[in-house]
């Protein structure tokens, strides 16, 4: 086989390497650990997953800024290489007040507001 066709060839075999050719936006949830009443301490969350290129912002929002002493896990993968990512923070919710998850992927930014269940 010459050269310029082992190049081909080997330019199709990245194609279908997993990985290497897909493109998914994050699925996200934002919810609460226990039920999401106000006044009382909570943990709110914010999950995605599903999505690639693993590159990926999450931000927890009060009122449109950005909370404090949040945590999040390490990024992590399924075995079809599409990610998840998680981030949490300790709250008390309060009435009258937006809680949100800010996820940035592949320079587009979508915000996710919280529902209290009342």
Not at 9 to 23: E, I, S, Y
Request: hydrophobic fraction near 35%; proline fraction near 6%.
């Amino acid at each position: 086989m010459d050269r310029p066709a082992l190049f081909v060839l080997f330019g199709l075999v990245l194609l279908f390497v997993p990985g290497r050719a897909k493109d998914a936006a994050p699925k996200v949830q934002i919810y609460t650990r226990a039920p999401g009443h106000y006044d009382e301490e909570n943990i709110l969350i914010c999950h995605a997953s599903g999505f690639y290129p693993p590159e990926l912002e999450l931000q927890l929002l009060h009122d449109g800024k950005v909370m404090e002493g949040t945590n999040q896990s390490d990024l992590a993968f399924e075995e079809d290489w599409f990610y998840h990512l998680t981030r949490h923070a300790h709250f008390t919710p309060t009435k009258g007040h937006q809680y949100s998850c800010g996820v940035t992927h592949r320079g587009h930014t979508k915000t996710y507001h919280w529902e209290a269940d009342v």
